[in-house]
């Protein structure tokens, strides 16, 4: 749990549409993020007669990656990663903020009297619109979403497009799971507020293959380490 506001918000945000069957857990995976402080949230894409099996694993992901799972048909899921990652964001602060009054006040946010606590929550969400914030996309390109990228495609677009309004610096990387030339993973942008260039290299998202979720999260941890993932088109893997 972080001790003060971090300056600087990381998010991950799994949208698939069933479960990991390739590799190593993705609930390990989720912990070790939000043990480097990345927030790990996940959004399913509901099907009918599916089951549910796929949801349960995602609310393990979120569990232990201190995030927000949202189940939606595919026509929410622009509208699902915009609440996502907001929510997301207040709900960092909000947990950042409640430690800081049980040190300082000895109460915690709950704790505090409704008057109160209703200023402190305006507030964050004032800070929530400041802070910088990076967000990875981790989507799932496995053979059962091919019928899925457009509107996947659609929503990230969408997404930075609503990054806009915020007064805070904000970017968006994007990884597929699995990759190309049997990989687990590809990175597709690396963090941009560019939309022309993000949407050029989402263009060239392919449908095909498992779901190696555990390997997608681990990729997605490792570009939030390294400078040499922002903006550079000579570290995307172009299918």
Do not use: W
Request: charged share 25%; hydrophobic share 40%.
């Amino acid at each position: 749990m972080h001790k003060s506001i971090p300056m600087e918000l990381k998010e991950i945000v799994v949208v698939t549409d069933g479960r990991s069957n390739i590799g190593g857990n993705p609930v390990d995976a989720a912990r070790i993020a939000h043990s480097k402080g990345i927030v790990v949230n996940a959004i399913g894409i509901l099907e009918e007669s599916r089951e549910e099996d796929p949801y349960i694993e995602l609310d393990g992901i979120v569990r232990e990656g201190g995030g927000i799972c949202d189940i939606v048909a595919l026509s929410g899921l622009g509208s699902s990663m915009q609440m996502v990652t907001r929510q997301s964001v207040q709900m960092t602060i909000e947990k950042a903020v409640s430690v800081q009054l049980k040190k300082i006040a000895g109460h915690s946010l709950e704790e505090i009297e409704p008057a109160s606590r209703g200023k402190i929550i305006d507030y964050i969400r004032k800070v929530g619109e400041e802070v910088n914030l990076r967000c990875a996309i981790l989507l799932d390109c496995s053979g059962s979403m091919a019928s899925k990228l457009h509107t996947a495609v659609t929503s990230i677009e969408e997404l930075l497009l609503s990054f806009r309004s915020r007064k805070g610096m904000s970017s968006i990387a994007v990884l597929a799971f699995p990759g190309r030339k049997g990989q687990h993973c590809d990175l597709i942008s690396g963090f941009t507020a560019d939309y022309e260039l993000l949407s050029s290299r989402l263009g060239t998202i392919k449908a095909g293959g498992g779901t190696p979720t555990y390997a997608g999260i681990m990729k997605a941890v490792d570009i939030f380490g390294d400078e040499e993932y922002v903006d550079t088109p000579a570290q995307v893997n172009v299918y």
